[in-house]
């Protein structure tokens, strides 16, 4: 078994990210209580660590598959995982955003819907001994969703009405690639699905 290459450490690192993550971003908004209870003392800035740590994963994201387009080292795993990983890292940030209430939950499920309709799919191209690569929509509709993340778990928009209006936009434009990104990928891939008659 060949050795694990570099874009697929960072992707496999990405994912390992999302627990901490997930820990210092609700952590902080429920203010450590239990951490507080144990210890005596609650983690200050666990928000910002959190916003830190996602920043980490996202740049792992546009590392991993720059490399591997520049030294040709794309592999069946890399498209499949990294794909994955961002599902993983961005769907479980938008979900904890729901539960703080800076995400209105219907957009959440627009965005997670879309994933699982894109998941199933690849189950019956994989299927069909056929691998599907993230496409360019599929790109731009994370890095928005990224960025839009961001915004959200910094959440300057409470003290600063501007940047409330720059998250906003940013979210309405994350969704529509959200569908767009959807569109294409189902009528670039519709072969697929005629395979399976």
């Known amino acids: 078994?060949?050795?694990?290459?570099?874009?697929?450490?960072?992707?496999?690192?990405?994912?390992?990210?999302?627990l901490p993550f997930l820990v210092f971003l609700l952590g902080g908004y429920h203010q450590w209580?239990?951490?507080?209870?144990?210890f005596g003392w609650a983690i200050p800035y666990a928000d910002y660590i959190a916003l830190g740590?996602?920043?980490?994963?996202?740049?792992?994201?546009?590392?991993?598959?720059?490399?591997?387009?520049?030294?040709?080292?794309?592999?069946?795993?890399g498209k499949f995982m990294d794909p994955l990983a961002d599902k993983l890292l961005v769907c479980g940030?938008?979900?904890?955003?729901?539960?703080?209430?800076?995400?209105?939950?219907?957009?959440?499920i627009v965005i997670i819907s879309r994933e699982f309709i894109i998941s199933?799919?690849?189950?019956?191209?994989?299927?069909?001994r056929v691998v599907i690569a993230a496409?360019?929509?599929?790109?731009?509709?994370?890095?928005?969703?990224?960025v839009m993340v961001c915004l959200m778990i910094a959440n300057l928009g409470v003290k600063y009405h501007k940047v409330q209006i720059v998250t906003d936009?940013?979210?309405?434009?994350?969704?529509?690639?959200?569908?767009i990104s959807l569109l294409d990928y189902l009528?670039?891939?519709?072969?697929?699905?005629?395979?399976?008659?």
């Open 169 to 179: 936009i940013i979210m309405w434009i994350a969704l529509a690639l959200t569908v």
């Open 120 to 128: 199933g799919f690849r189950l019956i191209a994989a299927d069909n």
């Open 53 to 77: 740590i996602f920043i980490i994963a996202s740049l792992t994201d546009l590392a991993d598959g720059k490399i591997a387009r520049k030294y040709n080292l794309v592999t069946n795993f």
């Open 1 to 18: 078994m060949s050795k694990m290459n570099l874009p697929n450490k960072l992707t496999v690192f990405r994912v390992i990210l999302i």
């Open 93 to 108: 940030a938008l979900i904890a955003l729901t539960e703080m209430g800076r995400i209105p939950s219907w957009v959440v």
């Open 187 to 197: 009528v670039k891939n519709k072969g697929v699905m005629k395979e399976q008659k």
């Open 135 to 146: 496409s360019y929509w599929g790109k731009f509709k994370t890095t928005f969703q990224m």
């Open 33 to 38: 209580a239990w951490f507080r209870a144990v």
